[in-house]
């Protein structure tokens, strides 16, 4: 299973940009996509989350300005981000908790990151 994120760039603040995570290989079925972020010298950290049922899940910073969504026909995820601010620099990851063909157990995997970086 390999997981391809795309999307990040610079930006400047108030701007939007839309993050992608595109999930390939033996998937039968993702149980939850989710995106985190990591900015210098801080820990990783939760940015939003959404199951395969459509519920989402949202940090407290960025409520009302991103969105998650999932494509679950394209086993694709994305993260819709809006009124972007520099405090959102970070490199952004997706996250799956998936179940592979045949696999008994869900497994999680993590994407490369890609960098967003807000700034004038």
């Known amino acids: 299973v390999q997981l391809q994120a795309c999307g990040g760039g610079p930006v400047q603040p108030g701007g939007s940009l839309r993050l992608s995570c595109a999930a390939s290989?033996?998937?039968?079925?993702?149980?939850?996509m989710g995106w985190y972020r990591q900015a210098p010298g801080k820990q990783r950290e939760l940015v939003a989350s959404?199951?395969?049922?459509?519920?989402?899940n949202y940090a407290e910073f960025v409520k009302g300005r991103f969105t998650i969504s999932r494509d679950n026909a394209k086993n694709t995820g994305y993260l819709q981000m809006n009124s972007l601010k520099p405090g959102d620099t970070a490199v952004y990851y997706c996250?799956?908790?998936?179940?592979?063909?045949?696999?008994?157990?869900?497994?999680?995997?993590w994407g490369q990151g890609t960098l967003v970086t807000v700034s004038s």
């Open positions: 996250n799956v908790d998936l179940f592979e063909v045949g696999a008994q157990w869900p497994k999680g995997y």
């Open positions: 959404i199951t395969n049922s459509g519920s989402s």
């Open positions: 290989g033996s998937i039968f079925s993702i149980n939850v």
